[in-house]
């Protein structure tokens, strides 16, 4: 090859890692719990490179200041579109609600950082036992809505959340991993699910309602304009929500043809069903709702008159629908496990550009808590979560009868998620202010960059007595 053919080919190979590197990265900004992207080396070469992405790590300059646990609040950014079902007495209707709030996420989820800032950076990949608490404050009708947010396993890396309204008495709790790998194309695999409890408003006929379940998939998604393009993300195939009161919303997500169609498109269709052998017949569907989730969608009711068009009954606007801030404790009052404490030397750092100051506090952390790890392997222990806990699915009879409903029971793998988790609520009682974690000894834990001193050290807490326990 001559040396002219030579520096184009090495351009090319360039350039092609240089769109592959900011994609692998934005990766991390499509799901509102945590994913380990790549970081494609000067080594891995795009040819030779073809897999799994997660054991890769990003170099701290297009580090972003925000960690991944705080993903969890976009699930509940408008509150009061949160609790309009326990409002509605109506179960068709509360199930249509229910979709329409799952639908209104998606633009938060997905792609709003990247609109409000205009680029995207890595964010920064939770430690075992990292934890997120804020709450939306009480608009005088909506109530106080709180969340939790924990880092429930780092390999596989896991985000388990819960958010909950007691004054209108809803609760949604789920669990995400993801498993992200490039061959052609770039390509992410969430693994858990989201659950929705709420009890409906009593009525003269049924005086004392009771608790109804909803249980919510979650798309798998890809990474479009990968190298001639500006990248954005493109949700695929099919996810479902089915109820416990008879009901499956089925969404069917499109992008940008070649000749037509527009991206981040979707069709969803509500049935009254059991199983999805009943969802089929689209004009059988009570509602329709289609558009684009990042922009403009619009409801349609059941078919009526003589050509069968379907009613609108109302419209989305993803980008100028308010949204509300999540109240979150300044640093200092927070705990030292708390996300932004925990990193708030790397996020200052960042934001001073100085990146020797960034790896060496994030590299601080990272070391303590392999470090912690190693010695809870030598002293045959396993670390206690805070907030949530690790349950069989078999138990868990409401939610076996709906991912049977929709076929899902068999995506339930535990492996990938280390574990089938679910919020501890004597926990989130108990537990209502720092210090969250505490040694056997009653002492407060040392925080997450701390060093652990060998369980030998008789001047030390044993890392071997790491528990979690209520504050007193």
Not at 399 to 425: C, M, N, P, Q, Y
Not at 431 to 451: F, L, V
Request: hydrophobic share 35%; proline share 7%; with cysteine.
């Amino acid at each position: 090859m001559s040396d002219a053919n030579m520096s184009k080919s090495s351009s090319w190979t360039q350039f092609l890692k240089a769109r592959l590197l900011r994609s692998l990265f934005l990766i991390s900004f499509f799901s509102s719990t945590p994913v380990i992207p790549a970081f494609l080396t000067s080594s891995q070469s795009i040819a030779s490179f073809n897999g799994d992405l997660s054991s890769l790590t990003a170099p701290p300059f297009i580090l972003s200041s925000t960690s991944l646990t705080e993903f969890s609040a976009y699930w509940t950014e408008r509150p009061d579109v949160f609790i309009a079902p326990t409002k509605e007495p109506d179960p068709e209707k509360r199930a249509l609600l229910v979709l329409k709030w799952h639908l209104t996420l998606l633009h938060q989820q997905y792609c709003s950082r990247n609109e409000k800032y205009g680029s995207e950076k890595k964010p920064l990949n939770p430690f075992l036992g990292e934890l997120f608490l804020g709450k939306w404050e009480d608009d005088g009708e909506t109530g106080e809505t709180r969340l939790w947010s924990e880092q429930v396993s780092h390999h596989p890396p896991v985000t388990a959340y819960a958010i909950r309204n007691d004054k209108h008495k809803i609760q949604l709790q789920g669990y995400n991993g993801q498993k992200c790998s490039f061959s052609t194309s770039l390509n992410l695999k969430q693994v858990g699910h989201a659950y929705l409890t709420l009890t409906p408003p009593a009525t003269d006929d049924n005086p004392v309602p009771e608790e109804e379940s909803y249980l919510i998939t979650l798309p798998p998604l890809h990474i479009e304009g990968l190298i001639y393009a500006s990248p954005f993300v493109e949700l695929d195939k099919t996810t479902y929500i089915t109820s416990s009161t008879g009901y499956i919303s089925k969404i069917d997500y499109s992008g940008k043809g070649w000749l037509s169609g527009k991206k981040n498109s979707f069709v969803a269709h509500l049935y009254k069903a059991d199983s999805l052998a009943q969802t089929t017949d689209t004009k059988k569907a009570l509602y329709k709702l289609e558009g684009q989730w990042s922009d403009t969608w619009v409801a349609k009711g059941a078919k009526t008159g003589p050509k069968g068009e379907r009613p609108e009954l109302f419209k989305w606007h993803a980008k100028k629908e308010p949204i509300s801030h999540l109240s979150v404790a300044p640093i200092e009052e927070q705990d030292l496990w708390e996300s932004r404490r925990a990193w708030r030397d790397v996020a200052a750092g960042i934001e001073k550009s100085d990146m020797e100051a960034v790896s060496l506090a994030k590299g601080k952390i990272e070391n303590a808590q392999r470090e912690l790890r190693k010695l809870e392997k030598a002293d045959a222990r396993t670390w206690k979560r805070c907030f949530f806990k690790k349950v069989s699915a078999a138990d868990e009879v409401k939610f076996d009868k709906l991912a049977r409903s929709i076929g899902h029971i068999e995506h339930i793998d535990s492996e990938k998620t280390s574990g089938f988790w679910r919020v501890d609520l004597d926990a989130i009682r108990d537990k209502t202010s720092s210090p969250y974690y505490r040694t056997e000894s009653g002492e407060p834990m040392p925080p997450p960059d701390a060093t652990p001193l060998p369980a030998s050290s008789a001047a030390s807490t044993k890392s071997s007595d790491i528990k979690v326990g209520p504050t007193p």
